[in-house]
């Protein structure tokens, strides 16, 4: 009976070891909104297919850098008269209307209306911009080198080519996750941990 009771002191001594070498792999939950994780890689290649790859990587970068903000992380402010983070955020909502509109040809008209909101309604918003727009390409069938990003400003449009939308605002956007990225660990609050932008998915091992 003793020895019986020692292998399973032995046994569990052992697991417990294992356990700490090998934890338990944490994966995004599934019930979380589609840019949380960033989807499989597709089969083929195709403009429309690398242009909602990389909204797709902006959506989870956005994602993450903005899960879990405080109030007092909302409120900082690098100095230097720059930006807020909840005022940095708010023109990433904007850049995320404006990349939305670009790939469904509709114009983005200037000047822009403020619309009031609350951090949470804003995330939200521009998270569902990315997503639609990464499903909007997904399934687009005309030639994307037709597409154009349209400015209205009264009666007066101007247009450019739908490739000025990686250079322009997607880099933009990614620019300004970033900033979240060093204005949230200033504020005391880092990223979570195990979000990796390369396999466009979180988990802790």
């Known amino acids: 009976m003793l020895d019986k009771i020692i292998y399973c002191c ?13 934890p338990i792999s944490i994966e995004t939950p599934k019930n979380m909104h589609p840019c949380a994780e960033i989807s499989e ?11 909602a790859r990389m909204i797709e990587g902006l959506g989870f970068r956005y994602f993450w850098v903005t899960e ?23 023109h990433l909502y904007n850049l995320s209307n404006f990349i939305l509109n670009s790939v469904q040809g509709t114009p983005n008209i200037r000047p822009l209306e403020e619309v009031a909101m609350t951090f949470e309604e804003r995330r939200l918003k521009a998270l569902n911009n990315f997503n639609t727009a990464v499903e909007y390409l997904k399934s687009a069938e005309e030639n994307i080198n037709t597409a154009k990003i349209i ?30 990225v060093s204005f949230r660990r200033s504020s005391g609050n880092p990223i979570l941990p195990g979000v990796n932008v390369f396999t466009g998915k979180r988990s802790l091992k």
């Open 68 to 90: 879990g903000l405080r109030k007092e992380d909302l409120a900082y402010n690098p100095g230097n008269d720059g930006r807020t983070t909840e005022e940095t955020l708010e």
């Open 10 to 22: 032995f046994f569990i001594a052992l697991s417990t070891i294992s356990y700490a070498q090998n």
């Open 151 to 180: 400015f209205q400003r009264g009666e007066k449009t101007t247009e450019f080519p739908i490739w000025n939308l990686i250079n322009g605002p997607i880099s933009d956007a990614i620019y300004h996750c970033g900033q979240i």
């Open 41 to 51: 890689y597709p089969e083929t290649v195709s403009e429309h297919l690398i242009l």
